[in-house]
């Protein structure tokens, strides 16, 4: 398995502001997913962090909105630009560790974004 | 595209009883399953992963079944404990994508 931690855990935001959350693996991992997960809701896939390249996003996910960076095999964070209410959610970090498509998908403790 | 249902959407129990969790899923050309648990305000832990070709998996008093060509798995958790209390989601992996059931709610009342 893998061991994800994700800065910051909460945040409480105004609107119109950004926040950029971190996600660190401490193994190399292929595959990286950001997801959001609105109240009460399951699992949106944002997009995938792609290492080296630009990230692949998800339908009504737009770069300018959730930017991604992905440096290494083992960081990438999420910025969710010009904050409003709808944003509030929980952001988690993904990976699939291991080769192939057999893997096991590890989580995140979550970012849990307030918009005020 | 992927659809994942759970059902129920919430289920209350008292302590001690066995308990089934539903999770069907629309295309059975998936990979994998994979069940969670999630705390509310937490990220997902990990319970269980059936690869396609498996029919069930064990651990501890959870026992999570896979039939693919009927689109189902369950989650069975023998003699509940108040600490089982938690959203539980399945999840399917026809690619490089996971597809996450809407989860189920449990609350084991002591």
């Known amino acids: 398995s893998a061991v994800i931690s994700q800065k910051p855990s909460r945040d409480i935001c105004q609107r119109g502001t950004s926040l950029t959350i971190q996600c660190q693996v401490d193994?190399?991992?292929?595959?990286m997913f950001w997801y959001r997960q609105q109240p009460g809701q399951s699992l949106t896939l944002i997009a995938t962090?792609?290492?080296?390249?630009?990230?692949?996003?998800e339908s009504g996910f737009v770069i300018d909105k959730f930017p991604i960076s992905r440096p290494n095999l083992t960081f990438s964070t999420l910025t969710v630009s010009n904050l409003s209410p709808e944003d509030s959610s929980i952001y988690l970090c993904?990976?699939?560790?291991?080769?192939?498509?057999?893997?096991?998908?590890?989580f995140g403790n979550g970012t849990r974004l307030t918009v005020t | 595209k992927q659809e994942v249902t759970q059902i129920p959407a919430a289920l209350s129990v008292p302590e001690g009883e066995n308990l089934v969790l539903n999770c069907s899923f629309t295309?059975?050309?998936?990979?994998?399953l994979q069940w969670f648990r999630q705390d509310p305000g937490k990220g997902l832990t990990s319970l269980l992963l059936i690869q396609s070709s498996q029919r069930e998996q064990t651990s501890g008093r959870l026992n999570a079944s896979l039939d693919k060509s009927s689109g189902r798995s369950t989650l069975y958790i023998a003699a509940s404990q108040p600490g089982d209390s938690a959203t539980y989601l399945c999840?399917?992996?026809?690619?490089?994508?996971?597809?996450f059931g809407t989860g189920t709610s449990l609350t084991v009342i002591p």
């Open positions: 295309d059975s050309a998936i990979y994998n």
């Open positions: 962090a792609n290492q080296g390249s630009e990230a692949t996003y």
């Open positions: 999840a399917v992996r026809p690619g490089n994508q996971f597809y």
């Open positions: 993904s990976v699939a560790v291991g080769q192939g498509t057999s893997s096991p998908l590890h």
């Open positions: 193994s190399q991992v292929t595959m």
